[in-house]
């Protein structure tokens, strides 16, 4: 799978572009306008398309309702500058697979993208064991039946108690596979149902979450959030629920390339959906989640918070990250708090907000 069409009519963005993917293994054809690309894929379907929205004689949008007349098994990949999220959300409403954003600060995001795609729609498909497709199946159901809650965690403003928010957290009925939430979202991931188990956990939460809860927090795993489509079913369910949502970007395993982040975030944004990075200070990974992600909400992680009492380092952390924020324009609130002096030194350093079982059990 790799004969992809590049529909661009700007020279200075399709050489580079097309003698890169070219470097990459990938067989090349270009077009510069709406009618050369559609005759292109008349006479013979390439494999993937890439396609700037703005053509001189035409547009994307457009191009991908012919194109969807011919074939749905060529992958679109729209292409279109930051702000264009209404058109984004229509393209993939039609069908188009992905989008990337103009101009390319990296043209690894693009190879990353791609690759994502051709994963997703792989030759033959992938072949899960007899187990794999078992444990598939229990998650399945456990999902259909709505055998699983949400658990709600408070997070209380430090100065007075009261509730900032709630982070709704996943809790496994009798028929799942698994009871532990945390190895049952990795069995979900490697059996290749974590979106779907993901996509429920935010439906159940915003339905059941507490009534007069000012925002709620909703782990998403990172596979979830880059898949266009899970991307407008996030969308549509937070529309119909009126709670303010923030989603705390998770993540199973490493992610290969972090800026194929930037653009489900920027959509995000403009629906007025806010995100949150966790494990703040546990490791390089989460520094780059927040140079992709450009939160609103830095967590510290709890490596960080449990003993800051005791340990100068850890104190040290937690107002590195402090400054950070503050230059960034996100919040922090800090994890895991669990005893009256872990909370008196982060309230100590600047900490406004923070959750735990000191403050209070999950409900």
Same mark, same amino acid.
């Given at each position: ?13 399709? @050489?580079?572009?097309? $003698? ?24 013979? $379907?390439? $494999?993937?398309?890439? *396609?700037?929205?703005? !053509?001189?004689?035409?547009?994307? /949008? ?10 749905? #098994?060529?992958?679109? /990949? &729209? ?20 989008? &990337?954003? +103009? ?9 990353? %993208? ?11 498909? +992938?072949?899960?064991? =007899? ?13 259909? +039946? ?20 709630? #982070? ?17 979202? =990795? ?21 059941? *979450? ?7 927090? &909703? ?5 979830? !959030? ?21 989603? #705390? ?27 949150? %990075? ?9 520094? #780059? ?8 909400? !830095? ?16 104190? %040290?952390?937690?107002?590195? /990250? ?17 005893? @009256?002096?872990?909370? +008196? ?13 000191? !403050?209070?059990?999950? %409900?």
């Amino acid at each position: 799978m790799n004969s992809l069409l590049i529909v661009e009519d700007d020279i200075a963005t399709l @050489e580079p572009l097309g $003698h890169f993917l070219e470097a990459k293994g990938y067989t090349i054809q270009t077009a510069n306008t709406f009618e050369g690309a559609l005759k292109m894929c008349q006479n013979g $379907h390439p $494999h993937m398309i890439l *396609a700037d929205l703005y !053509l001189p004689d035409g547009n994307a /949008i457009d191009l991908l309702k012919k194109i969807r007349q011919i074939s749905h #098994e060529i992958i679109f /990949i &729209l292409m279109t500058e930051m702000g264009e999220t209404n058109q984004i959300l229509e393209a993939l409403r039609l069908g188009a697979d992905d989008y &990337l954003f +103009k101009p390319f600060s990296n043209l690894e995001t693009v190879v990353s %993208v791609i690759a994502k795609q051709v994963k997703k729609h792989p030759v033959g498909g +992938k072949t899960l064991t =007899d187990t794999e497709v078992e444990q598939a199946e229990h998650i399945q159901e456990m999902i259909s +039946k709505g055998d699983f809650t949400m658990a709600f965690q408070p997070i209380f403003r430090l100065d007075d108690r009261s509730i900032f928010g709630y #982070e709704a957290l996943l809790r496994p009925g009798p028929s799942s596979p698994l009871p532990n939430p945390g190895t049952l979202m =990795d069995l979900a991931k490697q059996v290749g149902v974590v979106r779907e188990l993901d996509l429920a956990c935010i439906e159940k939460a915003l339905t059941i *979450a507490p009534p007069n809860a000012p925002r709620l927090f &909703l782990n998403i795993e990172v596979e979830t !959030l880059v898949d266009p489509d899970s991307l407008l079913r996030v969308i549509a369910v937070a529309e119909r629920h009126k709670h303010p949502l923030v989603l #705390e970007v998770t993540e199973r395993g490493t992610v290969a390339n972090l800026n194929v982040l930037v653009g489900p975030c920027e959509v995000l944004r403009k629906k007025r959906i806010a995100l949150a %990075v966790d494990d703040v200070g546990s490791g390089y990974a989460s520094m #780059e989640k927040v140079l992709s992600i450009r939160p609103h909400f !830095l967590k510290i992680a709890m490596s960080i918070t449990r003993s800051v009492d005791t340990d100068t380092i850890r104190r %040290v952390m937690a107002e590195s /990250i402090l400054y950070m924020s503050d230059r960034i324009g996100a919040a922090v609130i800090a994890e895991g708090i669990e005893t @009256e002096k872990e909370f +008196k030194i982060l309230q100590s350093v600047g900490v406004k907000l923070g959750q735990g079982y000191f !403050l209070s059990p999950k %409900v």
